[in-house]
């Protein structure tokens, strides 16, 4: 991202420091205006600021020493004064030559932070290659007057990066230099340079100053019931007086009556009015806090063309070397995103870019033959929506095609074809985005190992957002990320467990609801209800968090939904509060990661409030699970069942193969280990405590044939069962299998219906003894 300091600022850094950050500034509108060239070579603006820019970057490499930066950037000036002449034309050959020099000038801006022994000869040849060939597109001119053409180019030592600016430059050659984005600003209070632990420290502040002033607001409303307390007692006193008039009395309990009665009104006046002053001292605190936290909020955010500067020259470059025409629209550029969230998003957006320039858009001969323009289009959008960031990458290719991928999810094994068959356009495509999972057969250096879209869904869980897909046959395929806006402050929905309240993401959650316990069934010692026609497991937030359970719950059980497409479980909180924006407050890093939870918050009552990480929750269940420790819920108590699960090894080369078995057993109540291959199981099952082994055919090292014999033969391992599941159905693989000691084979398609659990009930019974 391009930074602007101004002059107090620029007094702390060394001359290196100043003239990396003009070397960043000044590169990328050199890289902005060479894309723009290729597109129109005879655009007249373009050459204009490109000069600018390599004429300002030698004027600063000279004012540091850096001799050979010096040259790269004159070299690139006479490139772009002879094509404003004219007298050169800068095709993509040339376009070529240039990015080669502005790449390298960012090196050598960078070098003398690096070890200038190892370097100096290499990059000294490199600059003498560039040099030649920028002197081959203006070979009709004499580009070298001025600078030396060796091999032996001087290199700057670190220590003349430290000295200050040269009163005046006294060279020769010296030209004024162009103003840069230094001295550019003309108001040097415009901008202040601030470090990220800076701003951090002063939102947390301004969020601690919002919410120091809601803490007025039930204090004015204890003032008003105090209003209402005076007026309740000034009715009495008249009641009082009313009775004490039909009885004769002294006229001196009338005229104490009279008194205090003026003295309640008197009262009651004086509160009125401080209750005015406090309601409106608490509006204008609550607005002017506000105010403030809105103001440093603001201060993290950048606009959305900072962070996707690189992705232009990225995708020119991948285009041409595909052999690829494709242009890429960035829209929204100005669209204000948190600093934080747009440094996380650089790398999936790279990806889903990548993806799109590979899968999405055809080749040339293609597209011309589809009737579409032959440059293809890959658009980038950010906007805001409904107070969520929307980022969009779609492409104008072909499409995905649904039934290649349904034959690809079930070639892969994740589904039975009978339920691929059912799957619905949205749920297909969630597929996508499986670890290990491509619709390609072959690996390029590009696309094809099935990690760049698991990278995307992390990133973009991580950031407490979601991603959809869409396609459509020969119109394209769209990628939207639905983002929070900022980081620091979090919509959540709020909980009471133990008794303390606790606040979990909303975009982490499924959905909340509350359950008749009459709507609770056991199934193989666990408690579940139906959504659908998905069973969701209940669990006691209680026991994950290690507080003490309530000694009943009420007949409606307060259920909050976690998990992902595949698994999810059914947390029973005590209370369901409500939704609450809240800010969130690091932890100290000295306490290091606690066990489910991701940050801190301090509510309008200045309590605080943990809220809890879902993903850490997910973990600590499987934990659960695994060490039959987890506790079972009977209507409105709770019983705690110690009962031990059966565990099973999986082995399978496949992690996809294993993590589908793993979550099947796991949701029919077992306990599953996984192993990468056959030696990997072998060691396994001699140090673990296994009721059955489930095991592929065709593995590296050690195969299943030879496991199933190993654990046959070992007098302490051959009681265990076997199972073989495997791609193979011949009756002669079978035969082989079963003669090796297996107890049980069966072919991958089957496992994912009943049979592969019916096998396992078949072997050892159900999950819990």
Same mark, same amino acid.
């Given at each position: 991202m391009s930074k602007d300091f101004n002059s107090k600022d620029l007094s702390r850094l060394s001359m290196l420091e100043i003239f990396q950050v003009e070397t960043e500034n000044q590169t990328n509108i050199l890289t902005t205006g060479l894309l723009e060239l290729e597109r129109n070579p005879t655009a007249a603006l373009p050459l204009e600021s490109l000069m600018r820019a390599a004429h300002s970057l030698k004027g600063a490499a000279r004012i540091v020493n850096l001799k050979a930066a010096v040259q790269v950037a004159h070299a690139m000036e006479d490139c772009f004064v002879a094509a404003q002449k004219g007298n050169i034309y800068l095709a993509k050959e040339g376009i070529d030559v240039l990015f080669k020099a502005v790449d390298l000038f960012l090196r050598l801006s960078k070098l003398p932070e690096q070890d200038q022994a190892i370097k100096k000869t290499v990059v000294s040849g490199e600059i003498t290659a560039l040099l030649s060939d920028l002197g081959g597109l203006i070979q009709h001119q004499n580009f070298s007057e001025g600078r030396e053409m060796t091999g032996n180019v001087s290199l700057p030592s670190a220590s003349n990066h430290q000295q200050n600016f040269p009163s005046s430059l006294k060279s020769a050659d010296s030209e004024a230099i162009a103003p840069t984005p230094f001295n550019r600003i003309?108001?040097? /209070?415009?901008?202040?340079?601030?470090?990220? /632990?800076?701003?951090?420290?002063?939102?947390g502040l301004a969020g601690e100053s919002l919410v120091e002033s809601r803490w007025l607001h039930p204090f004015a409303e204890s003032m008003r019931r105090l209003k209402r307390l005076q007026s309740e007692l000034g009715e009495s006193l008249d009641g009082l007086r009313e009775t004490l008039g039909a009885y004769e009395t002294s006229e001196r309990v009338g005229d104490q009556m009279g008194q205090a009665l003026d003295r309640l009104i008197e009262c009651r006046q004086f509160l009125s009015d401080r209750l005015g002053d406090l309601e409106m001292f608490d509006r204008r605190s609550t607005s002017l806090s506000h105010r403030l936290y809105l103001e440093v909020l603001q201060c993290r955010m950048r606009p959305f063309g900072e962070g996707v500067q690189r992705f232009p020259r990225m995708m020119r470059d991948l285009a041409h070397s595909l052999g690829k025409e494709v242009k890429l629209e960035v829209i929204g550029e100005h669209t204000q995103v948190d600093r934080d969230i747009l440094e996380k998003l650089e790398t999936p957006l790279a990806h889903l870019l990548r993806?799109?320039?590979?899968?999405?858009?055809?080749m040339p001969e293609k597209r011309r033959a589809a009737g579409k323009p032959v440059e293809g289009t890959i658009r980038l959008e950010a906007r805001h929506s409904s107070g969520m960031l929307m980022v969009i990458i779609a492409d104008d290719g072909p499409g995905i095609s649904l039934n290649d991928l349904r034959e690809r999810v079930v070639e892969k094994s994740l589904v039975a074809r009978d339920v691929a068959n059912k799957l619905s356009e949205a749920e297909?495509?969630? $597929?996508?985005?499986?670890?290990? $999972?491509?619709?390609?057969?072959?690996?390029? /250096?590009?696309?094809?190992?099935?990690?760049?879209?698991?990278?995307?869904? *992390?990133?973009?869980? *991580?950031?407490?957002?979601?991603?959809?897909?869409?396609?459509?046959?020969?119109?394209?395929?769209r990628f939207q990320l639905q983002l929070p806006l900022t980081l620091s402050v979090i919509r959540t929905l709020l909980v009471r467990i133990g008794g303390e309240s606790y606040g979990l993401p909303l975009s982490q959650i499924t959905r909340a609801l509350k359950l008749p316990s009459s709507k609770v069934e056991r199934l193989q010692g666990r408690h579940y209800f139906t959504v659908g026609d998905q069973q969701i497991s209940l669990v006691t937030a209680h026991q994950l968090l290690e507080c003490a359970p309530p000694n009943s719950f009420d007949d409606q059980l307060s259920i909050v939904v976690i998990g992902d497409r595949t698994t999810k479980y059914g947390l029973v909180v005590e209370a369901l509060l409500g939704e609450r924006e809240l800010v969130v407050q690091p932890l100290d890093q000295r306490l290091g990661k606690i066990k489910d939870v991701a940050a801190g918050a301090v509510m309008e009552d200045g309590s605080p409030v943990l809220i809890l990480d879902t993903e850490d929750l997910m973990r600590s269940l499987e934990k659960l699970i695994g060490a039959g420790e987890?506790?079972?819920i009977q209507n409105s108590t709770i019983e705690i069942e110690n009962k031990r699960i059966k565990r099973i090894l999986a082995v399978d080369d496949s992690m996809?193969?294993?993590?589908? /078995?793993?979550?099947?057993?796991?949701?029919?109540?077992?306990f599953a280990d996984?192993?990468?291959?056959?030696?990997?199981?072998?060691?396994?099952?001699? *140090?673990?405590?296994?009721?059955?082994?489930?095991?592929?055919?065709?593995?590296p090292r050690m195969d299943g044939i030879e496991l199933a014999t190993l654990i046959k033969k070992d007098p302490l391992l051959k009681s265990i069962p076997v199972m073989i599941v495997s791609y193979k159905d011949r009756e002669e693989d079978r035969l082989r299998g079963l003669e090796a000691g297996a107890d049980y084979y069966l072919t991958k398609g089957s496992f994912h219906d009943k049979t592969l659990i019916h096998a396992v009930v078949d072997l050892i019974g159900k999950a819990e003894e």
């Open positions: 003309q108001n040097p /209070e415009r901008v202040l340079r601030l470090t990220a /632990e800076n701003l951090n420290r002063l939102l993806n799109a320039m590979d899968h999405g858009c055809e297909l495509l969630q $597929f996508l985005l499986l670890p290990g $999972f491509s619709m390609k057969d072959t690996v390029t /250096e590009i696309s094809g190992r099935g990690v760049g879209l698991d990278v995307v869904q *992390n990133t973009v869980k *991580n950031l407490r957002g979601t991603i959809r897909i869409s396609t459509q046959p020969n119109k394209g395929t987890l506790n079972s996809t193969v294993l993590e589908v /078995e793993r979550r099947l057993l796991m949701n029919h109540g077992y996984i192993a990468v291959d056959g030696m990997d199981g072998w060691n396994a099952v001699r *140090n673990g405590d296994y009721d059955l082994v489930i095991t592929d055919v065709d593995m």
